[in-house]
């Protein structure tokens, strides 16, 4: 079945770079677009950014210039890097992907801004 793995968060301070990575199992990895969501405490999941299978991204209005997509085909994975990162990114992030309309997620990273 479809698996998705998060990797790579953490405590950074203001001003700090992460980067997360998303391995992807039981798909067919290169034909989909892939996403990032985030959740904060309190709040409701948000869209942070996607990828198409073509490599087309998009990004949210509050992490654009500052976060990347990326994806390596050959390794199944999709990359969030985070630069210039803010307080107000604290989260857990998800990956996600859907096929045949049914979404699957990760089981999140959490990644906490703080001084």
């Known amino acids: 079945q479809v698996q998705l793995a998060e990797s790579g968060g953490g405590l950074v301070q203001p001003g700090g770079s992460l980067r997360l990575s998303c391995a992807a199992s039981?798909?067919?990895?290169?034909?989909?677009?892939m996403g990032w969501y985030r959740q904060a405490p309190g709040k409701q999941r948000e869209l942070v950014a996607t990828?198409?299978?073509?490599?087309?991204?998009n990004y949210a209005d509050s992490v654009k210039g500052r976060f990347a997509i990326s994806r390596n085909n050959a390794k199944n994975t999709v990359y969030l890097q985070m630069n210039s990162l803010k307080p107000e990114d604290t989260a857990v992030y998800y990956c996600?992907?859907?096929?045949?309309?049914?979404?699957?997620w990760g089981q999140g990273t959490q990644v906490t801004v703080s001084s």
């Open positions: 039981g798909m067919i990895f290169s034909i989909y677009a």
């Open positions: 996600n992907t859907q096929i045949f309309r049914r979404d699957y």
């Open positions: 990828i198409t299978n073509t490599g087309s991204t």
